[in-house]
């Protein structure tokens, strides 16, 4: 049972005998009944649809799929299905096994005739007994809204793609203007003109304006799409892909180039390598033939139907057509479909709820899907969310005999620090280091960022290169040993990977390249050979711009994964490296609490621990006056020294905070030696009382220090970057450097000026120089990863 869906699962066997005969056998679960007798089934079968003989079609069709022993099965399903309930049949076809006549997946299933929705006991008796008549009051099953019909294949194998990711994307392809001559395997085709483009057009215009009035987004290609277009629209990730266009010898007809209307092929495999790469569920393609029947070989065999094909080579979900349709049945159907969609309806359920826009046709839409695949799909407002806070992390110099505590000031957003002021194509790779206890998912979250910034760069004559793909290697699962070669990656990323060559061939678009987190137990990473072998994989044949060396402890003790970072990075000659902020309520760096009885050192030495983290500042001070009646003030500490890092973050967590006598706390520690930028902070505090006076400014990006002071105090306004919209002020940059990056930030980096863009890595280095401009957007990028101070 799967929410107002009941399900029944109707199996085609071939036996022995060939695949000119079937045993339709219901499964549920272990329980199969002994096999019926095999039914004749044929290509004459197919060929007989919109003939007279239709009733001899119908007949042929139900002894196949409801054989004596199916039949009480189909019957017990349908008087048990509740009020307002749908039957969905999944018709597992089986895989063809060389040369064949035709699919079995062709057969229109749908003509079955069934007893009516009002048919009583004696009519359920007479059909169970009988099949040779229809039964009377009859339904077909692809028009009965109790029924819903998958055609379900096993999957070769070749892709992974999951239909939980959340996307609220339609990437809508629009094909129908594209005409003339086009090469095909078997020769060249020609395809007319639209007599009418307006109208031709009419099903991706419909489906665009159905979902801007729900909470999903159509992302409509430059009409006629090319297939060049249609990839980068794929790039960032879509819930749904839709196609309206002609379908030519397995694959659709697209523009040769972009703004063309000259007619090219877009073969399916290669649609179907950017599905599964690109992870998109559902392919909805309304193209004329789409799910058959396909054209004949010389052979007298037949290839699988496109929408077939794709499916058994990895695409989730594949709604296509059988037969001709006209462009105004296409657009009803589009339309109902993706509003049923957007109205939370599973895949079936809308098809179903769809199909009348083919009324009056011998055309219908079908569905195949993956055996076993949910029939809904995530389709929402953000991708994958991530959790608040997984990838925030803290730099730390490298050097330290004891590892010293992280300094909310240099608090950084992984995403992007590994994204941005990164080496472009032909540069080394660089290498990074991060001390991560609770060993979380990298790779996710940073791919998602590389699409968003894809996305946001897409559009205008711009260079825009395809975003960075991100792997994670777990180097003890493959038992210690790094990839020697393209083949060993292969099998331990599985499906998802993608070969990046370091040479680029030239008809490959331009990119970004592979980054690559080396996921390690820090236990075993400062032994001999380990950083060895990590300096030898850009030797290999890998575009790779970027390697994280992700280190983790099964018992998540931080302090063993920051000793083993600060060897590795050194080992790798870094300055630096990152230590993952840890969960909110965690155990922080070390451990720390406000119990009753603390006081003079033992609480100033908690009192440090959580000035790491404003989050956990805030839950100590919060404690801290629960007990106590009171925050705590400098007199607390008598005849000790607090650092004066310290003191800046007790101060600016009471400027942000709301608890009771904060105002005098405050003070008190104000008296203390505030830092500039702190007790600038304080001041625009203080006069946010007077919306004039208080105001956060321009000017008040020019300094780093001074923008994350007001971040830390969050007196910064929700649409900040409007203060700064083309990136001149060092400000803007160190809160990119700090911030969970967003929708905004992307498109704020694609609106400056190719200077910056580029200095940020967005647009490739045409090595001409303004020696003036270099020197003012050094600011910016020492703005972004500014010196750490000294250890000493």
């Given at each position: 049972m799967v929410g107002h869906v009941d399900e029944l699962i109707i199996q085609l066997e071939e036996p022995s005998s060939g695949p000119r005969r079937?045993?339709?056998?219901?499964?549920?679960?272990?329980?199969?009944?002994?096999?019926?007798a095999p039914a004749r089934v044929g290509a004459a079968l197919r060929d007989l649809w919109g003939s007279d003989d239709n009733e001899l079609l119908r007949t042929r069709l139900a002894k196949a799929l409801f054989p004596p022993s199916t039949r009480p099965r189909f019957r017990a399903a349908v008087e048990a299905m509740g009020r307002d309930r749908r039957l969905r049949i999944r018709l597992r076809l089986p895989t063809p096994t060389g040369a064949q006549p035709f699919s079995l997946a062709e057969l229109p299933w749908e003509a079955v005739r069934v007893p009516g929705p009002d048919a009583g006991p004696g009519v359920w008796d007479g059909w169970v007994r009988d099949l040779e008549r229809s039964p009377i009051p009859f339904a077909e099953l692809g028009r009965d809204e109790r029924f819903t019909l998958v055609r379900e294949v096993q999957p070769a194998g070749?892709?992974?793609?999951?239909?939980?990711?959340?996307?609220?994307?339609?990437?809508?392809?629009?094909?129908?203007?594209?005409?003339?001559?086009?090469?095909?395997p078997s020769g060249t085709r020609t395809v007319k003109r639209p007599g009418d483009r307006e109208a031709a057009a009419t099903d991706s215009g419909l489906v665009s304006s159905v979902l801007d009035r729900s909470h999903l987004k159509a992302d409509a290609v430059p009409s006629p799409a090319s297939a060049d277009t249609i990839r980068r629209w794929l790039v960032a990730g879509a819930g749904a892909f839709y196609f309206g266009g002609h379908h030519v010898e397995g694959g659709l007809v697209v523009a040769d180039r972009p703004g063309s209307t000259e007619a090219a092929l877009l073969d399916?495999?290669?649609?179907?390598?950017?599905?599964?790469?690109?992870?998109?569920?559902?392919?909805?393609?309304?193209?004329c033939d789409s799910a058959g029947p396909a054209a004949q070989s010389d052979g007298g065999t037949r290839p699988l139907p496109l929408a077939e094909r794709m499916a058994r080579d990895g695409v989730p979900h594949?709604?296509?057509?059988?037969?001709?349709?006209?462009?105004?049945?296409?657009?009803?159907?589009?339309?109902?479909?993706?509003?049923?969609?957007?109205?939370?309806k599973d895949i079936d359920v809308a098809l179903g709820a769809s199909s009348h826009a083919f009324a009056g046709s011998t055309a219908r839409p079908v569905l195949y899907s993956g055996r076993g695949r949910r029939m809904s799909i995530a389709l929402d407002e953000t991708p994958?969310?991530?959790?608040p806070g997984s990838t925030d992390a803290h730099r730390v110099a490298q050097g330290s005999e004891e590892p010293?505590?992280?300094?909310?000031?240099?608090?950084?957003?992984?995403?992007?620090?590994?994204?941005?002021?990164t080496p472009d194509e032909g540069q080394p790779c660089v290498y990074d280091v991060l001390a991560d206890p609770s060993c979380g998912d990298l790779a996710g979250p940073v791919n998602e960022w590389e699409k968003m910034l894809h996305r946001a760069g897409r559009g205008g004559d711009r260079p825009l290169r395809e975003p960075r793909r991100w792997y994670t290697f777990d180097h003890d699962a493959q038992g210690g040993r790094l990839p020697n070669g393209h083949d060993e990656l292969a099998r331990a990323l599985g499906e998802s990977y993608r070969p990046r060559p370091r040479e680029r061939h030239p008809d490959e678009p331009p990119h970004r390249g592979i980054g690559l987190v080396v996921r390690k137990e820090a236990a075993g990473a400062t032994g001999p050979g380990f950083v060895r072998d990590l300096l030898q994989l850009p030797m290999l044949d890998w575009d790779l711009r970027m390697i994280v060396v992700q280190l983790h402890d099964p018992r998540k003790r931080i302090d063993t994964v920051r000793r083993a970072a600060d060897i590795v990075a050194r080992e790798l000659k870094r300055r630096e490296y990152v230590v993952k902020a840890h969960a909110p309520g965690g155990e922080g760096a070390g451990g720390h609490d406000v119990r009753g009885g603390r006081a003079g050192a033992a609480l100033l030495d908690s009192l440090c621990l959580a000035a790491t983290d404003d989050a956990e500042l805030d839950r100590w001070l919060s404690a801290a006056a629960a007990r106590e009646g009171r925050l705590p003030v400098p007199g607390d500490f008598r005849g000790l020294k607090v650092p004066s890092?310290?003191?800046?973050?007790?101060?600016?967590?009471?400027?942000?905070?709301?608890?009771?006598?904060?105002?005098?706390?405050?003070?008190?520690?104000?008296?203390?030696?505030?830092?500039?930028?702190?007790?600038?902070?304080m001041d625009i505090a203080a006069a946010a009382t007077d919306a004039e006076e208080g105001r956060v400014t321009a000017d008040d990006l020019s300094d780093a220090d001074r923008a994350i002071a007001l971040d830390r105090a969050r007196l910064l306004p929700a649409r900040f970057r409007q203060l700064d919209p083309e990136?001149?002020?060092?400000?803007?940059?160190?809160?990119?450097?700090?911030r969970q990056p967003t929708e905004e930030d992307a498109e704020w980096l694609w609106g400056m000026v190719p200077a910056r863009r580029r200095l940020a890595g967005l647009e490739p280095d045409t090595g001409d120089y303004d020696y003036q401009l270099e020197e003012d957007l050094r600011e910016c990028r020492t703005a972004f990863r500014p010196e750490l101070p000294h250890l000493t």
């Open positions: 079937i045993t339709a056998v219901v499964v549920d679960g272990d329980d199969r009944p002994p096999p019926d070749r892709g992974t793609t999951s239909t939980s990711r959340a996307y609220g994307r339609v990437v809508i392809a629009d094909a129908t203007e594209v005409h003339g001559r086009v090469r095909t399916g495999g290669t649609l179907t390598q950017w599905l599964l790469e690109f992870q998109v569920p559902l392919a909805v393609l309304l193209a594949v709604v296509a057509v059988q037969g001709t349709v006209s462009h105004q049945q296409a657009a009803d159907f589009a339309g109902s479909f993706f509003a049923s969609l957007a109205a939370e994958r969310p991530t959790p010293v505590l992280p300094d909310e000031r240099f608090r950084v957003s992984l995403e992007t620090r590994w994204t941005l002021f890092t310290v003191i800046d973050a007790v101060a600016l967590a009471m400027i942000r905070g709301d608890a009771p006598g904060r105002k005098a706390a405050l003070a008190a520690w104000a008296n203390e030696g505030l830092s500039k930028p702190v007790r600038w902070a990136g001149l002020r060092p400000g803007s940059w160190a809160l990119l450097a700090r």
